[in-house]
């Protein structure tokens, strides 16, 4: 299928001409946090009377779920610490490779402040994994093999530094369930030399993803407008299209501070097309198994107003968590996938 260009777009492409780049380059070495902030533990102190907080943990207990009898866990691309940190008391070893020495000085940090001492990193990228093969009893990945220029090279990487008989899950940024069309989202990024003016278009069936950066000079007046184009996007939300003040209208009006531009294309999966990869690289016993923080959704209302405690919390989630790897999901959903290393 022919990929359209946006009014947005087409002005970026030929009015600062991007060069080539990769999503660590151009976006994680250039982010301050991932997450906002917000990650539970991580970042702040886990309250399971939060909803989002509630679903954290489900998801961290159904990684740990099915990778059950695991000694030595690999996490690809943590970022700052996700799940690889949430995970690690529930492993002997968890071992992050991560491509952005940004994210890896982050995790580094977030890990020390935990008290963590079962954790290592490297920086590297997981389709050229510098480890021996048959490595690790266990791997996890969260929303990032799609982020890697080669996802067919990285989960042949996974699987080689697998033992024989042990679990991937991974999961990745769901599109099966987006509607036809497209999706547009803005944000922006800061660093020594510039600020950053991110364009994400995301088009939904076939699942793919085009990202720009426009650099700007970081002059007081550019500055002062990134400040209230940051107030826009909170009061009007991302999309320049919706808000053509956010977009177009922005961009001509500082294209004389436009420094240069970079960009980088992604192309995402669905459930069916996770399994048929993760089969056609060598996997077997590949299923699409609902994920516990489905569960833990059908429980929020039961349990939101409840007297539990923090440890009754975390066993119930484990009990979903538990439920879940028995459970298949019906293709279409997003829901994750588990794979096993034939013995």
Not at 34 to 51: A, S
Not at 191 to 202: F, M, P, Q
Not at 304 to 311: A, F, N, V
Request: a negative charge; proline letters at 6%; charged letters at 25%.
């Amino acid at each position: 299928m022919a990929k359209k260009y946006t009014v947005l777009e087409t002005w970026i492409v030929n009015e600062t001409k991007p060069e080539g780049s990769s999503s660590t380059e151009q976006t994680y070495e250039r982010m301050s946090q991932q997450g906002g902030g917000r990650l539970p533990v991580i970042d702040v102190p886990m309250d399971f009377r939060e909803e989002s907080h509630f679903y954290d943990e489900a998801r961290i207990r159904d990684f740990a779920a099915h990778l059950a009898g695991a000694d030595d866990v690999l996490d690809v691309g943590p970022g700052d610490g996700w799940p690889l940190l949430r995970i690690a008391p529930f492993f002997r070893t968890v071992t992050g490779v991560e491509p952005s020495q940004k994210r890896i000085d982050v995790c580094q940090a977030n890990a020390e402040k935990l008290g963590l001492s079962n954790v290592t990193l490297k920086r590297m990228s997981v389709t050229e994994l510098d480890l021996p093969d048959s490595s690790f009893s266990g791997a996890v990945a969260g929303s990032s093999i799609e982020q890697t220029a080669d996802p067919y090279l990285a989960l042949s990487e996974v699987f080689r530094v697998l033992k024989p008989g042990a679990k991937f899950r991974v999961s990745f940024e769901p599109f099966d369930r987006l509607d036809k069309g497209f999706s547009e989202d803005l944000f922006l990024t800061e660093t020594e030399d510039s600020l950053g003016y991110h364009y994400v278009l995301k088009h939904h069936q076939p699942p793919w993803e085009r990202n720009y950066l426009v650099k700007f000079n970081k002059t007081e007046g550019v500055k002062e407008s990134f400040a209230r184009l940051t107030d826009l996007i909170e009061r009007l939300g991302p999309n320049p299209s919706q808000n053509p003040e956010l977009g177009l209208q922005f961009l001509e009006r500082h294209q004389g501070d436009i420094a240069g531009s970079t960009w980088y294309e992604l192309e995402h999966f669905t459930s069916v097309t996770m399994k048929e990869t993760l089969e056609e690289v060598g996997f077997t016993d590949v299923r699409i198994a609902f994920s516990a923080a489905v569960l833990a959704r059908t429980m929020w209302p039961r349990v939101k107003d409840s007297d539990l405690t923090e440890e009754q919390t975390k066993h119930v989630l484990q009990g979903l968590a538990d439920v879940a790897v028995r459970m298949d999901a019906p293709a279409g959903l997003g829901e994750p996938v588990v794979a096993t290393k034939p013995s």
